[in-house]
């Protein structure tokens, strides 16, 4: 019902970097590009810029009072999936 984008983003990176790095394989690359690519694309706020902390499931507000903040670790671990998905790819697209 609720996504936290943050920890999407989070989560694609991480099974980015294991799949890299334990275990190559090409569908869980691609895999965890499209949670990273997903969760970015959905949690961007297209009014104001930056990723929204919290969204519903039909990118509305839900209850959680701080959904809309724009915290600092969200674009942090945005970046670091960025970078490594750029890494991984080198498509100018993750730039």
Not at 16 to 41: C, F, G, K, V
Not at 42 to 60: C, K, N, Q, V
Not at 69 to 92: F, G, I, P, Q, S
């Amino acid at each position: 019902r609720l996504l936290n984008c943050g920890h999407a983003i989070e989560a694609g990176w991480f099974v980015l970097n294991y799949a890299r790095t334990y275990q190559p394989d090409p569908e869980l690359i691609d895999m965890a590009l499209n949670m990273i690519e997903w969760s970015l694309a959905t949690g961007w706020d297209s009014e104001h810029g930056g990723i929204f902390y919290f969204l519903d499931r039909s990118g509305r507000s839900p209850i959680q009072l701080e959904w809309s903040m724009k915290l600092w670790w969200v674009h942090n671990e945005t970046m670091v999936a960025l970078l490594l998905a750029y890494e991984t790819t080198r498509d100018v697209k993750w730039w």
